[in-house]
C-alpha cells in the first residue's frame, strides 16, 4: 500500500472518533469497536439484536458499524467536498477488505471481513448504501413519490437485504418483501422528521403531492398547518402504512426469532405512523414521537416472541 492510500485511509478530516488507527486491530478489538457503536449509537438496534441468535449478532454488528460510518461520513462532515472525498474513500476500504483483506486497518473492515469470510454478503448491497450517502450531498430535494422509492433502493433496501442474507436467506422474492418494510420504515421517518429536515436544507415531502394539493414550500420552513397540509401528509401515511404491511409478509417466512426482530422494527414504523395520525398529521408544530408506554409494549411483545421461539425450537 502507497503512503498516499495509507494517508486517504487514515480518513482525514473525519469525526475523530472514525480515524483509523495506526495499527491493525485483532478480530476480537474490532468486533468490540462494532459492538460498542451500536451499543452506544442507536438504542433500537441494541434492542434488536437482542433476540437475534448469538451466533449472527457479530454480523449485525459489524454490517450496523459499517451503515454507521458512512452515514456520519455524509451527514456530520459540513464541507461537502470532503463528505464526498471520505465516502469515496470509505468504498476504496470497502473494496479492499473484499479483494485484499490482510491490508484492512480500520476496526470496520477488520470486523466486517469476517461476517464476508463467514456470509458472502453481496458487495453491491454496501457500494449502494454509499451511492445513497453521496446522493445526499449534492440532491436535496424530491420531485415525486417514484423518486422517493429510487433514494430508498439505495439508502434503506440493502440493509434490509443484507439482514436476510446473513440469516441464511437469499432468495429474491423475500427481498422484495423486504425492500418494502425497509423503504417504508424510510418513508415513515421522513414524514416524522419534515421540520428537522428542512433545517437541514432538505425536503423528502415530494413536490408533485405538494402541488396537488396546494401546499406551498414555505409552509414547512413557517410551520404553517392548513387543511391542505393535513390531506397531503394523510395521503402520504396511508400509502405508507399500506407498503408497511404489505412487505410486512415476510414474517411468514423466516424462522420464529428471525420474525421477532422483523416484526419489532415494522411495529417501530407502524407506531411512527399512528403517532403522526395522533397529531393530526400536523408534523409542524413538533415531531411525533412513539411513547416510552408504546416503546415498552413493543419491547414486551417482542420478549414474549422470542420465548415462544424458544419454546418451539
Known amino acids: 500500500m502507497s503512503e498516499t492510500t495509507v494517508t486517504q485511509h487514515a480518513l482525514v478530516g473525519a469525526p475523530p472518533e472514525y480515524l483509523t488507527p495506526l495499527e491493525r486491530p485483532t478480530l476480537a478489538e474490532a468486533q468490540a469497536w462494532c459492538r460498542e457503536l451500536a451499543t452506544t449509537h442507536y438504542e433500537n438496534f441494541h434492542v434488536a439484536t437482542f433476540f437475534l441468535p448469538a451466533k449472527v449478532r457479530p454480523h449485525f454488528e459489524s454490517i450496523y458499524a459499517y451503515c454507521r460510518v458512512a452515514d456520519d461520513l455524509g451527514d456530520e462532515v459540513e464541507d461537502r467536498g470532503v463528505a464526498t472525498r471520505l465516502l469515496n474513500t470509505w468504498g476504496a476500504m470497502l473494496e479492499e477488505c473484499y479483494d485484499a483483506p490482510e491490508r484492512s486497518m480500520h476496526p470496520v473492515f477488520v470486523a466486517l471481513h469476517e461476517t464476508i469470510r463467514e456470509c458472502d454478503p453481496p458487495r453491491q448491497l454496501f457500494l449502494d448504501l454509499l451511492h445513497a450517502f453521496r446522493m445526499d450531498q449534492y440532491k436535496t430535494e424530491y420531485e415525486s413519490w417514484e423518486e422517493l422509492l429510487e433514494y430508498s433502493h439505495y439508502s434503506a433496501n440493502p440493509v434490509g437485504r443484507l439482514v436476510l442474507w446473513v440469516c441464511g436467506y437469499t432468495d429474491e422474492a423475500r427481498a422484495l418483501m423486504s425492500d418494502k418494510v425497509c423503504t417504508a420504515l424510510q418513508l415513515a421517518n421522513f414524514w416524522q422528521d419534515v421540520v428537522e429536515d428542512k433545517e437541514r436544507g432538505r425536503r423528502y415531502v415530494p413536490a408533485e403531492s405538494m402541488l396537488r394539493f396546494g401546499v406551498e414550500e414555505g409552509q414547512i420552513e413557517g410551520r404553517v398547518f392548513t387543511p391542505e397540509f393535513r390531506g397531503m401528509m394523510q395521503e402520504l401515511v396511508v400509502r405508507t402504512r399500506a407498503?408497511?404491511?404489505?412487505?410486512?409478509?415476510?414474517?411468514?417466512?423466516?424462522?420464529?426469532?428471525?420474525?421477532?426482530?422483523?416484526?419489532?422494527?415494522?411495529?417501530?414504523?407502524?407506531?411512527?405512523?399512528?403517532?403522526?395520525?395522533?397529531?393530526?398529521?400536523?408534523?409542524?408544530?413538533?415531531?411525533?414521537?412513539v411513547s416510552k408506554a408504546r416503546k415498552v409494549g413493543l419491547l414486551m411483545e417482542a420478549l414474549a416472541g422470542k420465548a415462544r421461539a424458544g419454546m418451539s425450537s
Open 243 to 289: 407498503m408497511l404491511l404489505e412487505g410486512g409478509e415476510i414474517s411468514l417466512h423466516v424462522d420464529k426469532e428471525l420474525k421477532v426482530v422483523l416484526d419489532l422494527f415494522r411495529k417501530g414504523g407502524e407506531a411512527i405512523l399512528n403517532g403522526i395520525a395522533r397529531q393530526d398529521f400536523d408534523v409542524l408544530r413538533g415531531r411525533p414521537v
